[in-house]
């Protein structure tokens, strides 16, 4: 299971679902206080800011992150929760939970995964950047960004509530 959440909700949420692995997609710079409960080896660390596309000053998402990302959730064995969080809990962490579900399940279409993510977050508005990189390293001919354009904008919110996100039919990992 993988459960969503905003920095300031990390450690609560980390006790709550017994979670062993952690995935912070937050800008560089950002103090993130690992939970003791989480080994270092079971904690991926993107930095990278929350844009669509490049900015001065800023770094945006890029090919390397989306496969660093791949690479952890293909290795994740899925017997212990894992916890997938950034600065809000809308855009970057619901991102990386939808490519995390594509990439798991890959039988499962597109649109029913953005489907489940929209039910489990009303807020939750992933990151174009982020899920256009793993449509193409995915190889899923665009419609994985097609099927979150289907679920639009979220609702508005400064910070997204936690969820839980069940990963469908969670087959068998499958590298890119």
């Known amino acids: 299971m993988i459960t969503v959440c ?4 990390l450690g609560a949420t980390v006790e709550r679902t017994g979670a062993r692995h952690l995935i912070t997609l937050i800008s560089a710079g950002t103090e ?22 490049p900015a001065e000053g800023l770094t945006p998402p890029g090919e390397e992150h989306v496969r660093q990302l791949l690479d952890y959730v293909t ?4 017997s212990a929760p894992l916890v997938i969080h950034c600065f809000a809990g809308i855009s970057r962490s619901t991102a990386a939970a939808y490519i995390t579900a594509c990439a798991l399940d890959p039988d499962t279409p597109e649109e029913a995964h953005a489907a489940r993510l929209r039910k489990a977050s ?4 992933p990151n174009p950047r982020l899920v ?21 904008r979220g609702a508005d919110a400064y910070e ?6 069940d990963l469908g039919a969670r087959r068998a990992p499958m590298r890119p």
């Not at 290795?75 to 899925?78: D, G, M, S, V």
Request: avoid cysteine.
């Open 6 to 9: 905003s920095l300031a909700h």
């Open 32 to 53: 993130v206080p690992r939970p003791p409960q989480i080994a270092e080896r079971d904690h991926l660390f993107l930095a990278f800011n929350d844009i669509t596309a």
């Open 75 to 78: 290795a994740w064995n899925l």
């Open 122 to 125: 009303p807020s939750a508005t």
């Open 132 to 152: 256009a990189l793993a449509d193409g390293l995915l190889a899923r001919d665009g419609r994985m960004r097609t099927a979150i354009q289907a679920i639009g």
């Open 160 to 165: 997204g509530a936690p969820f839980a996100f």
